[in-house]
C-alpha cells in the first residue's frame, strides 16, 4: 500500500500593507523556529511530547509528561464549560498543543505559525494521530489578516510576546474572537517597565534579543493595550515557582558552548537568551505568567 499522503500545510498571503518594520520582525521569528525547531525537538526538555514550551511542576505533578501539558490543562478546564468551536492556537509550535486539546475536547484546532517547518511537523502529526479532519496548520502571522472566519477561544502559549507589538495583537484577535470568547495567554512578563540598574537593563535586553520577543512588556501594558480593544482580564496566575530552573553547572558549559567559533547566529541567539531568561527568572526581573481574557466589546 501508498502511504496516505499529508497535505501541505496552507500558507497565508503576506498583508501588502505590512509595515517594513514589522515584516522584518516576522521574519527574524521565522528563521529563528526555521533553524531551531528540529534541535529543540531533539534536544530540548519537552522532546519526549513534541513540546516547545516548558514545563510547570504543579504540586501533585508525577511526571515530566504531566508538567509539560500543565499549561493545556488549564486551558481545557477554561475551554470545556464553553465548548468553543473552532478554538485558535496562536503560535503553534508542531501542533503538540492543538493535537492534546482536540484528543480532549470535541472542537476543531486551528493553529498558526510564521515557520513553513513547524507547519509541517503538525500537520504530519495530526495525520498520524487521526486528527487531520479537526486539526489545521496555517503558515502565517497571527497578528495579520487570516483567511479564516470567527472563533469560540483562542490562545498562546510562549507566542505573545513574539507579535511585533501588544496593541497590533490585540486588535487582530478583537477581530477574530466573538464576543464573549475567551483568550489564553502564557508567557514571560516583564516585572517592571523601567530596569533599576545597568545589569537589569542588560540580562533583560539580552533575553530579548536572543529570543526575539519585541512584545515583552509588563503585565500591566498588557492589560492596559487589552482593554483598550475590548479585552477584560478575567484571572492572572504566576507560574514561576513551579519552573525547574537550570542548574548553575549547566548554564555555565552553556556560556562556554555560546563562544564556539562555528556555531550558528541562530544557535548562539537561542542559547543567550536561555540563558539570560534563567538569570532574569531567579532574580524576578521576569515572571511566567498565565493570563485569561475575555472579549467583552460587542
Known sequence: MKPKPVRPPAKIPNSPAVPAETAGKEADVTGYYEENTLRMLRWGPGRSEEVIHRAVWDPGCKSPQEALHSVERRILERLIPLNPDPVLDLGCGVGASALWIAERLPVRVTGITLSPLQARLAEETADRRGLADR???????????????????????????????????????????????????????????????????????????????PSLVTVEEAVRRAGEHGFSIL????????????????????????????????????????????????????????????????
Open 135 to 213: 486539526c489545521r496548520f496555517l503558515v502565517g502571522d497571527f497578528c495579520a489578516p487570516l483567511p479564516i472566519g470567527s472563533a469560540g477561544a483562542a490562545y498562546a502559549i510562549e507566542s505573545f510576546s513574539h507579535a511585533p507589538g501588544p496593541a497590533g495583537f490585540f486588535a487582530r484577535q478583537k477581530e477574530l474572537l466573538t464576543p464573549g470568547a475567551l483568550l489564553l495567554m502564557c508567557d514571560d512578563f516583564r516585572t517592571r517597565d523601567t530596569p533599576v540598574d545597568a545589569e537589569e537593563g542588560r540580562w533583560v535586553r539580552r533575553f530579548s534579543d536572543g529570543w526575539h520577543l
Open 235 to 298: 484571572s492572572d496566575e504566576d507560574l514561576s515557582p513551579f519552573l525547574r530552573s537550570t542548574p548553575r553547572a549547566a548554564l555555565a558549559a552553556r556560556g562556554l558552548v555560546e563562544l564556539l567559533p562555528f556555531l550558528k547566529p541562530s544557535i548562539r541567539s537561542s542559547l543567550a537568551g536561555g540563558t539570560a531568561l534563567q538569570v532574569c527568572l531567579r532574580r524576578a526581573w521576569i515572571r511566567y505568567r498565565f493570563l485569561v481574557f475575555r472579549r467583552v466589546d460587542p
